[in-house]
């Protein structure tokens, strides 16, 4: 099993572009989370899934969009990225009560 | 709301002396907690968890937690600090459908 795969590591973007972070597990968990930490601050949820067709918004949901069509995946996707986006992004994947399982991060840089 | 408070930003202690990283929650209800390691640009690893089991939870590496329902407390605790220990550690709680973090404790061990 691969656990959860997060794509891509590293990414540099210009004020203004759009990109989407892959998230996929193979797992079969139902509950899926996306999260950025920033230095002093842990990790802050972006947004969650409870299943496939089910998100919500987490502590800072604005300038992120997601969707989940299939219990696998669960992309995020930066509408117009700015450089307060700039942080690490980490995606997350357990079930109800259960420890989470956590991608190895994607580092982005908004200049 | 779920939220949690890790007491210290900055732990210091010496080599073969007691860490003592100490976390408080407020829940409306019984929650999942979790204590998770960072180590300098790597991911997220679990050391321990509890899920309304026994109050004294063992992990990896010789940690510890108890967890005090009545000062809703969930302090992690080694008897003897190693080198290796040097990391960042983080708190969380889990109700049923969100994972929320802790700002996160820096240990770090002197030799």
């Known amino acids: 099993n691969a656990g959860v795969t997060q794509t891509p590591k590293f990414q540099v973007l210009k004020t203004g572009q759009s990109m989407t972070l892959q998230c996929a597990q193979d797992?079969?968990?139902?509950?899926m989370s996306w999260y950025r930490q920033d230095p002093g601050m842990g990790l802050r949820l972006i947004h969650y899934?409870?299943?496939?067709?089910?998100?919500d918004q987490g502590e800072v949901p604005n300038g992120y969009n997601v969707s989940r069509s299939t219990t696998e995946d669960f992309p995020l996707r930066l509408l117009s990225a700015a450089p307060s986006q700039t942080s690490v992004y980490f995606c997350?994947?357990?079930?109800?009560?259960?420890?989470?399982?956590f991608g190895q991060g994607t580092r982005l840089t908004v200049v | 709301a779920q939220s949690v408070t890790q007491l210290d930003s900055h732990v210091s202690v010496s080599e073969g002396t007691p860490v003592l990283l100490r976390c408080n929650y407020s829940?409306?209800?019984?929650?999942?907690l979790f204590w998770y390691v960072q180590h300098p640009n790597k991911g997220l690893q679990l050391l321990l968890k509890?899920?309304?089991?026994?109050?004294l939870v063992k992990g990896i590496n010789g940690f510890e937690a108890e967890f005090k329902k009545s000062e809703t407390s969930f302090h992690l605790t080694k008897p003897s600090a190693h080198m290796s220990d040097a990391a960042e550690y983080f708190c969380?709680?889990?109700?049923?459908?969100?994972?929320?973090f802790g700002a996160g404790t820096r240990l770090t061990v002197k030799p």
């Open positions: 997350a994947s357990r079930t109800t009560r259960s420890e989470a399982f």
């Open positions: 797992m079969n968990h139902e509950y």
């Open positions: 899934s409870v299943g496939a067709g089910i998100t």
């Open positions: 829940s409306s209800y019984s929650p999942s």
């Open positions: 509890y899920t309304s089991a026994a109050t």
């Open positions: 969380v709680v889990t109700p049923n459908n969100d994972m929320r």
